[in-house]
């Protein structure tokens, strides 16, 4: 089970929307972590870690309970509630607005997140360590046993499982509106941050104007 998992489990029910929004938050402060590190990351590890914490995201959500909800034509309004409720709409804008990480450097479509093109390197390179029981004297960690390497494999596919089902319930549909109205909520936020910068900045010159001119009558009264 995902840390990301344990941690809602272990929430009481009276805490599981606050647990949510931490393991949201965790999701969009690991790619942040990811793109700050990345220049000391060899690409594979680079590709293969927000692979998979892209995939863990579009799991999180249930792909074919909102394909039952909005069966039919549902208005545009019901579409937009119930894709704004999802954790991947939460963490695409935790990671555009808050985060303002770069589109698409770090976005990844459902498709291309599948375990299977990784998995020796996820297993062997990368989680070997963690599932070792005492350093070895060699290379600093036991390899992985003959019964951990199948079961890590399975966890993986059955991901890819879950994805290929998701992908089928409309999964890349509606990422796409996700991030498109992600976005457009992102650029009116700035357009209208950019207008009371504006706005501030006509008041401040306005303002220090009207003192200039003060200032010359005072000076006139003077003379």
Not at 3 to 25: M, P, V
Not at 111 to 139: I, K, M, T, W
Not at 180 to 201: E, F, G, K, P, Y
Request: with cysteine; net charge negative; glycine share 4%.
């Amino acid at each position: 089970m995902p840390a990301t998992d344990s941690a809602l489990a272990s929430c009481s029910s009276d805490d599981a929307e606050q647990c949510n929004a931490l393991i949201r938050e965790r999701y969009s402060l690991a790619i942040d972590i990811l793109s700050r590190a990345s220049i000391s990351l060899s690409e594979q590890t680079r590709e293969a870690t927000l692979k998979t914490i892209w995939r863990r995201v579009f799991l999180k959500d249930d792909w074919s309970g909102i394909r039952k909800r909005l069966g039919g034509n549902v208005p545009d309004s019901e579409l937009r509630a119930e894709l704004a409720r999802t954790h991947l709409h939460t963490v695409l804008e935790s990671c555009l607005a808050t985060r303002e990480l770069s589109h698409p450097d770090w976005y990844l479509l459902p498709a291309d997140v599948f375990a299977a093109a990784d998995l020796d390197y996820l297993v062997s390179a990368r989680l070997a360590p963690r599932f070792a029981s005492e350093p070895d004297a060699g290379s600093g960690w036991q390899p992985l046993t003959s019964t951990t390497v199948p079961a890590l494999n399975k966890d993986y596919g059955e991901e890819d499982s879950r994805l290929r089902a998701a992908i089928k319930c409309g999964l890349d549909s509606y990422y796409a509106e996700v991030l498109r109205t992600v976005t457009d909520q992102v650029n009116q936020c700035r357009l209208s941050a950019d207008a009371d910068a504006s706005d501030m900045d006509a008041a401040s010159s306005a303002s220090t104007e009207a003192l200039d001119v003060e200032d010359e009558d005072v000076r006139m009264e003077s003379d």
